[in-house]
């Protein structure tokens, strides 16, 4: 095996939920890269449509297809199951994206932002994945398991709430249901891995990073002294979902530069010291 056939994802098919932005189009584009047909979901399916047709257009190996479904609700599930269905047989890759988050202070955060935020999040991966857990065992076999990559937060490592209280909370119980199904669907051929990003540009973190003084001082923050780049998604996707990631399940792969390892540092946007 050569180096260049360890990332290889030519003949797979991916499913990545909250496809059209931010992280999600990230890895999009990181699985077209290594040759796979990737399907892009989100509840707006424009958006989707658009974003698969502008990877299409870079020429890359792989190709994008994208389409609307709602993976917060069990209505939502269903129609992204039969959207799905009606498309492939078979998934080789299932990327839990989808995500929201929520910002108030300590005496102001909302009752209805915990099951907003957790049902989405938690409840609504959990449900996708087990919905979809046939298409993965059918692409699955003893050498090449199929892969399921959630995604969660460096913000479910570290103890510090900063206002997105349920997010922080949502995000390490994804970390613990990774671990979760991991062993479970072990016996099944599927590998169950998750990401742990740090600040990367996104709609989500567009409060922090979306201008140069937030990127700046949230740069400060971070170790390695910058906010993510693109490629530091897709390297991780390719890595995780080819062939020289496959004897890995269980584990939270940190994409936060360090700041996994240096919690007396803050998160994002505090006041420089």
Not at 21 to 50: D, F, H, N, Q
Not at 89 to 101: E, F, P, V, Y
Not at 102 to 129: Q, R, S
Not at 181 to 187: F, G, M, P, R
Request: proline content about 4%.
């Amino acid at each position: 095996m050569t180096p260049q056939t360890l990332n290889d994802l030519s003949g797979k098919v991916a499913l990545v939920t909250g496809g059209a932005t931010g992280i999600g189009r990230m890895a999009a584009e990181g699985l077209v890269a290594a040759g796979a047909r990737v399907l892009i979901a989100s509840r707006k399916g424009e958006a989707c449509e658009a974003v698969a047709d502008e990877l299409n257009a870079l020429g890359l190996p792989g190709t994008a297809e994208g389409f609307g479904a709602d993976v917060g609700t069990e209505d939502g599930i269903k129609a992204l199951s039969e959207a799905l269905r009606a498309r492939t047989d078979k998934l080789h890759i299932l990327m839990n994206n989808a995500g929201r988050t929520w910002g108030a202070p300590m005496g102001n955060f909302p009752y209805e932002a915990w099951g907003k935020v957790l049902g989405l999040n938690v409840t609504g991966m959990f449900h996708v994945t087990q919905t979809l857990l046939d298409l993965l065992r059918a692409a699955a076999t003893d050498d090449d398991p199929a892969r399921i990559v959630n995604v969660g937060s460096v913000m479910g490592e570290i103890p510090k709430g900063q206002g997105a209280y349920s997010y922080a909370v949502s995000k390490s119980a994804v970390h613990h249901m990774t671990r979760v199904l991991a062993n479970e669907l072990a016996a099944d051929r599927i590998t169950v891995n998750a990401i742990a990003p740090g600040p990367f540009m996104s709609k989500m973190m567009a409060f922090a990073i979306g201008h140069e003084e937030g990127r700046r001082k949230t740069a400060a923050s971070v170790p390695l002294g910058r906010v993510g780049r693109e490629e530091d998604i897709a390297g991780t996707l390719q890595f995780l979902c080819g062939r020289g990631g496959s004897y890995i399940t269980g584990a939270i792969i940190p994409l936060s530069g360090g700041m996994q390892v240096a919690t007396a540092q803050a998160a994002f946007l505090e006041d420089d010291a």
